[in-house]
């Protein structure tokens, strides 16, 4: 089900978004502006679960740290 809402957004935004949709890189700037959404929501969620980890258990230690570093090449 979908609901139809408005919303203010700066107009360099909008026409970046419009670029998109002429592009064919969107199918509607609706589809675009609905996957950013689920894109932040999901990233909200995780960055969630990683504070309540941290609460449980504490941060995650320099050698832990570093392994990941090492893993993601960063």
């Known amino acids: 089900m979908k609901r139809k809402i408005a919303v203010s957004l700066p107009a ?3 026409e970046r978004v419009h670029r998109e949709v002429r592009a064919g890189r969107a199918p509607s700037v609706s589809a675009y502006v609905g996957e950013a959404l689920e ?3 999901g990233r909200d969620d995780l960055l969630h679960m990683l504070d309540e980890m941290d ?3 504490g941060p995650p230690g320099s050698e832990a ?3 990941a570093r090492s ?3 960063r």
Request: no cysteine; net charge neutral.
């Open 12 to 14: 360099d935004v909008v």
């Open 39 to 41: 894109r932040k929501l």
């Open 55 to 57: 609460r449980e258990f």
């Open 65 to 67: 740290m570093e392994w």
């Open 71 to 73: 893993v993601l090449g």
